[in-house]
């Protein structure tokens, strides 16, 4: 009856201890989880172009939330051709987040076809994706080199990547490594930065959805799926041949309806004028309206690619909104050219372009003269030349794979598939004036 009794006091001790355990172990579980909580990092965005796009890794989710890249919501994926297609207003975060979604399919179609291809490394492919356009400016190409002379946005993305690299570690530095070529898997280079490589199949959907235009559609599902390795180089299987064909097709007709439409271009030009106009009038100290600080900054500075590093926390904070405000203000700055140039942007009083024979244009630039004083002909009169080709042969070719396993360069095969005359470029001279 003693021991009997004795037992049961101990089973009831313990009992109570480990009730006792279980009580604090929850309280203080509840309070972490309070203090600290668990996000879910695996969110999905809807993308009017591929539905659900969903986030890979975490620290995508991280580098997403970073204001480097929230910043790309306020640079426009086409610069000023928003004045042509009503409907491009889309912006460079909706481009990254595409590219990403096509990285990530690409991955697992060459995973699935056997490739080494570590977690690790799909990890940092899908950030160097990801991160590829961080160096953007405002309107993006439309002021490339222009606000910043002399430095690529490339290499602004670098600059802006490494930043990353000292909060994130080691998945930024491998993107790093694959962003610039040096990592030892060539291939995953040429999905970011190639021919027919996931930037360029994006913005070919993207921009096509977004101006109306449906020349740029591309079958970018069927060429993912047909895409393999050999020998460290991206390619494509012979079966996929008419696919690239559409690619390179589309690419071309995007060029001259969309990119290098007579008005988006000269819209462009017309603002890198204004740029440049402002920053000779910031210099003469002529106007100093109320524009932001970061935008005078860069306005009465030059850079090299060196001194650039000091100031790259300052480019980040640069967007379309101050370029806009700065035009608003500009409308009503003494400078009469800087007054013309804002004011015809803003109200989209757009100058006339031609596009003509080089002997034709030099005739009108010489009746241009007679009309306007130097300082008027150098930023009211526009002229140059675009250029475009689909294919460039000189550059990260496309490989086609037939099922023998032969390789062979896609200019190769024979007439039918009408590469050849993809990969000439077109140049088309141009002069832009005000209208009368």
């Known amino acids: 009856m003693f021991i009997f009794a004795k037992k049961t006091f101990l089973s009831q001790v313990t009992n109570n201890i480990v009730l006792k355990n279980a009580n604090y172990l929850f309280n203080y579980t509840n309070y972490l989880l309070y203090t600290f909580p668990i996000m879910n990092k695996r969110k999905i965005f809807n993308d009017p172009v591929y539905g659900f796009i969903s986030i890979p890794y975490d620290i995508v989710f991280d580098v997403i939330e970073h204001p480097y890249f929230q910043r790309l919501r306020r640079i426009q994926q086409l610069g000023l051709s928003s004045l042509v297609y009503p409907g491009a207003t889309h912006s460079r975060f909706h481009h990254s987040l595409g590219a990403m979604h096509l990285m990530s399919r690409s991955l697992e179609v060459l995973k699935s076809k056997g490739h080494d291809i570590t977690e690790a490394e799909s990890e940092a492919a899908v950030l160097a994706i990801l991160l590829h356009d961080l160096g953007h400016g405002p309107f993006s190409h439309a002021l490339e080199g222009t606000l910043v002379e002399n430095i690529h946005h490339e290499h602004i993305s670098l600059l802006l990547m490494k930043t990353l690299q000292k909060k994130y570690g080691k998945p930024i530095e491998t993107a790093i490594q694959i962003f610039t070529g040096k990592y030892p898997k060539k291939f995953l280079h040429q999905l970011i930065s190639g021919q027919l490589d996931m930037d360029r199949m994006d913005y070919l959907n993207r921009d096509s959805f977004y101006s109306g235009v449906s020349e740029g559609v591309i079958g970018y599902d069927r060429l993912i799926n047909m895409l393999d390795v050999h020998d460290d180089n991206i390619v494509v299987e012979e079966k996929g041949i008419y696919s690239v ?24 030009l017309m603002l890198r004028n204004t740029i440049l106009r402002a920053k000779e009038v ?6 100093n309206d109320a524009i932001s600080d970061n935008l005078k900054f860069f306005l009465t500075h030059s850079f090299e690619e060196k001194s650039f590093e000091n100031e790259i926390e300052r480019f980040a904070l640069l967007d379309d909104y101050d370029i806009f405000q700065a035009l608003k203000m500009w409308m009503h700055c003494d400078d009469t050219i800087l007054q013309t140039l804002s004011t015809s942007i803003v109200n989209r009083t757009l100058f006339k372009i031609e596009f003509l024979e080089e002997n034709a244009i030099e005739n009108k630039y010489k009746l241009l003269e007679n009309q306007y004083n130097t300082d008027e002909m150098k930023y009211l009169v526009l002229k140059g030349s675009a250029q475009n080709n689909a294919y460039n042969p000189n550059k990260d070719n496309i490989y086609i794979k037939f099922k023998d396993g032969s390789i062979k360069e896609i200019t190769e095969i024979t007439e039918q598939w009408n590469i050849r005359s993809l990969s000439n470029p077109v140049v088309k001279n141009y002069i832009a004036y005000p209208k009368k």
Request: aromatic fraction near 16%; charged fraction near 25%; glycine fraction near 0%.
């Open 245 to 268: 064909e559409k690619f390179l097709v589309a690419r071309r007709l995007m060029y001259w309806q969309v990119y290098l439409h007579k008005t988006s271009l000269v819209a462009d």
């Open 282 to 287: 910031y210099k003469n100290k002529i106007c």
